[in-house]
């Protein structure tokens, strides 16, 4: 059964990653749904016919097999604060030797890639990977 993810359909409420409070205003992971094709009736004689016929056609249905990963708005503002401050303080730092935290700016871009920061953050996170894929003690 294939699973995929549905496009263009609104991602179902579930619980905030952190607060539990039901959102789905940011959608870290998105929901996967199981395919499958069904037989359905779409029409058939009425039940005083002399002849019983039935007409059936194959349709694609979807059953929720994972929820999404949801975030609240509070509670990404919340995440986006607390990463910002952590960039603004070691940025100058970071940038000068880049290769020295190497660990930290990787863990640093997966973060703001999960969430899917943008602005001022999203700049500094950009540089910050740029200067250390240029620094050549990067192995
Ligand atoms: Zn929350």
């Known amino acids: 059964m294939p699973r995929v993810i549905r496009e263009g359909v609104a991602t179902p409420y579930g619980e905030c990653n952190i607060c539990k409070r039901p959102t789905r205003s940011h959608v870290l992971e998105p929901a996967i749904y199981d395919e499958f094709k069904t037989e359905e009736v779409v029409s058939r004689a009425d039940d005083y016919a002399a002849k019983q016929w039935e007409e059936v ?10 929820n999404a990963i949801v975030l609240c708005h509070g509670c990404y503002v919340e995440q986006e604060k607390k990463l910002t401050a952590m960039v603004d303080k070691n940025y100058d730092r970071w940038m000068e030797s880049p290769a020295t935290y190497v660990a930290r700016i990787r ?9 899917k920061f943008e602005g001022e953050l999203e700049t500094k996170i950009k540089s910050l990977v740029k200067a250390l894929k240029g620094s050549k003690n990067d192995r």
């Open 107 to 115: 863990t640093i871009a997966e973060t703001y890639k999960y969430y």
């Open 57 to 66: 056609e194959e349709v694609v249905k979807y059953r929720l097999a994972k």
